[in-house]
């Protein structure tokens, strides 16, 4: 099963610095990783900042599509607003198929603010105690945000994102 975390930290450079422990814990077999991204949001910055975490799969499973429209939905609509709600929706609608539901968006939009930090991961086999630990070992207390895949979701999600 594919699962999409979130993962939450209280300063803009968390992410970043989680990033290494990641690589090591795909090492150790202890996740496998599909794809990732990070966001870091500066105090005073109107948006935050997005990277793709090339170097961390082989070429990115999802692609950077799928990260901008996530990103779009979670982090630029509520600053758009009414101006392209319908298409927002409709691309709201597409994600919910493939398992990333309102809640989700919401729950990710209300937790991601300036000040902080996230990595985003598209991944299967995790231990997820052991990857908190990890991450916690390195000085930091992510906070934990997820949503499960089934595998229809996920070839549905892969489809849409090749389509």
């Known amino acids: 099963?594919?699962?999409?975390?979130?993962?939450?930290?209280d300063t803009p450079e968390g992410a970043d610095n989680a990033v290494n422990t990641l690589k090591g814990l795909a090492k150790q077999e202890l996740i496998?990783?599909?794809?990732?991204a990070t966001v870091s949001?500066?105090?005073?910055?109107?948006?935050?900042?997005?990277?793709?975490?090339?170097?961390?799969?082989?070429?990115?499973?999802?692609?950077?599509m799928f990260w901008g429209m996530l990103f779009g939905l979670i982090f630029l609509v509520p600053l758009i607003g009414a101006a392209i709600g319908a298409a927002a929706g409709a691309l709201a609608g597409s994600l919910t198929d493939v398992?990333?539901?309102?809640?989700?968006?919401?729950s990710v939009r209300d937790r991601i603010t300036p000040g902080t930090s996230a990595l985003f991961?598209?991944?299967?086999?995790?231990?997820?105690?052991?990857?908190r630990d990890a991450i916690e070992a390195g000085g930091h207390k992510p906070e934990l945000i997820q949503s499960n895949l089934s595998a229809e979701q996920e070839t549905a999600l892969r489809e849409m994102m090749a389509g």
């Open 41 to 64: 949001w500066t105090p005073g910055a109107k948006k935050p900042k997005t990277r793709q975490l090339r170097n961390l799969t082989a070429g990115g499973a999802m692609g950077g």
């Open 32 to 36: 496998s990783i599909h794809d990732a």
């Open 1 to 9: 099963m594919t699962t999409l975390t979130v993962w939450k930290f």
């Open 121 to 131: 991961l598209m991944s299967s086999d995790a231990v997820v105690d052991k990857v």
């Open 99 to 106: 398992g990333i539901d309102d809640d989700f968006i919401k």
